[in-house]
T-cell receptor, first 110, second 113 residues
Framework: AQRVTQPEKLLSVFKGAPVELKCNYSYSGSPELFWYVQYSRQRLQLLLRHISRESIKGFTADLNKGETSFHLKKPFAQEEDSAMYYCALLITDSWGKFQFGAGTQVVVTP | DAGVTQSPTHLIKTRGQQVTLRCSPKSGHDTVSWYQQALGQGPQFIFQYYEEEERQRGNFPDRFSGHQFPNYSSELNVNALLLGDSALYLC????????????FGPGTRLTVT
């Protein structure tokens, strides 16, 4: 069965420091991975998708099929990055069913 | 476009009761997915509706049922409520050709006492 694991419930970093959110997955098919973000009092929204290979708000994520990981990174954290981050696996034999991780709360302090 | 809207915002029910939650998709979207998010957990897929049919389902009992209307809006019904059904219920809409591009609503907070 498919699974998404985010081992850190909380990450506290200082402004300007690098931040890395870990995500590991287990899936027998061809994985499509996403990162979603939820800022305080806002709805869940897509941050980035591995296929697009974009950098959004300074964040990047590389899919490592050998290590079955999709870690999210930003070299210099900003206070506005404080939010809840969810790693999500799109089940590719479905019509858009996502398997989400439990989420990591990021707190950026000045 | 207000995006995905859900009603009500909050709901308190008693164990054993039934509840109906509603969702209006983003303009132009024809597919609606429902997720349950328990406290401290990520969203869990309940089911998805397309063309007024349940197209796929997650690991939820048949106490959870739904409906999609011709205007693509959707309802989630939960019968015989249990304390464990207390959660945030999220609706997400998408277009059939872009299933990965899901837009989420603000959610309905259900509390079962």
């Amino acid at each position: 069965a498919q699974r998404v694991t985010q081992p850190e419930k909380l990450l506290s970093v200082f402004k300007g420091a690098p931040v890395e959110l870990k995500c590991n997955y287990s899936y027998s098919g061809s994985p499509e991975l996403f990162w979603y973000v939820q800022y305080s009092r806002q709805r869940l929204q897509l941050l980035l998708r591995h296929i697009s290979r974009e950098s959004i708000k300074g964040f990047t994520a590389d899919l490592n099929k050998g290590e079955t990981s999709f870690h999210l990174k930003k070299p210099f954290a900003q206070e506005e990055d404080s939010a809840m981050y969810y790693c999500a696996l799109l089940i590719t034999d479905s019509w858009g069913k996502f398997q989400f991780g439990a989420g990591t709360q990021v707190v950026v302090t000045p | 476009d207000a995006g995905v809207t859900q009603s009500p915002t909050h709901l308190i029910k008693t164990r054993g009761q039934q509840v109906t939650l509603r969702c209006s998709p983003k303009s132009g979207h024809d597919t609606v997915s429902w997720y349950q998010q328990a406290l401290g957990q990520g969203p869990q897929f309940i089911f998805q509706y397309y063309e007024e049919e349940e197209r796929q389902r997650g690991n939820f009992p048949d106490r959870f049922s739904g409906h999609q209307f011709p205007n693509y809006s959707s309802e989630l019904n939960v019968n015989a409520l249990l304390l464990g059904d207390s959660a945030l219920y999220l609706c997400a809409s998408s277009f059939r050709d872009r299933p990965y591009e899901q837009y989420f609503g603000p959610g309905t907070r259900l509390t079962v006492t």
